[in-house]
């Protein structure tokens, strides 16, 4: 199982960003999928996820709305948006698979590495 993230970079608040996740060595379609941040000196949380089949989503209530999960299984894909950066979006990114199809903010099973996000001015 490999998860491999990409995107990241340096914004202004009030920008955007698109994250990649490429995923391979599994079945995509089969499994949910889900964004992870760790901000500076704080624990990796969930931001979004988005089961197998994309029928359902889910965000953390800090990023509702202005965070987008979406995937491409036939590309073996996974993108989260984020609009409206805030300062306190930056952090670490990560792209993780559940064990299983549905859609949860944790108990993720592979990790993939991370990508940096750092929203100043």
């Known amino acids: 199982v490999q998860l491999q993230a990409s995107g990241g970079g340096l914004v202004q608040p009030g920008g955007s960003l698109i994250l990649s996740c490429a995923a391979s060595?599994?079945?995509?379609?089969?499994?949910?999928i889900g964004w992870s941040r760790q901000a500076p000196g704080k624990e990796r949380e969930g931001m979004a996820c988005?089961?197998?089949?994309?029928?359902?989503?889910r965000y953390a209530e800090a990023v509702e709305g202005r965070f987008t999960i979406s995937r491409d299984n036939a590309k073996g894909m996974i993108y989260l948006q984020i609009n409206d950066l805030k300062p306190e979006d930056t952090g670490i990114y990560y792209c993780?698979?559940?064990?299983?199809?549905?859609?949860?903010?944790?108990?993720?099973?592979?990790w993939g590495q991370g990508t940096q996000v750092t929203v100043s001015s």
């Open positions: 060595g599994f079945t995509l379609n089969y499994y949910a």
């Open positions: 993780a698979r559940r064990s299983g199809s549905s859609c949860w903010l944790g108990e993720y099973v592979y």
């Open positions: 988005i089961s197998a089949g994309a029928d359902s989503t």
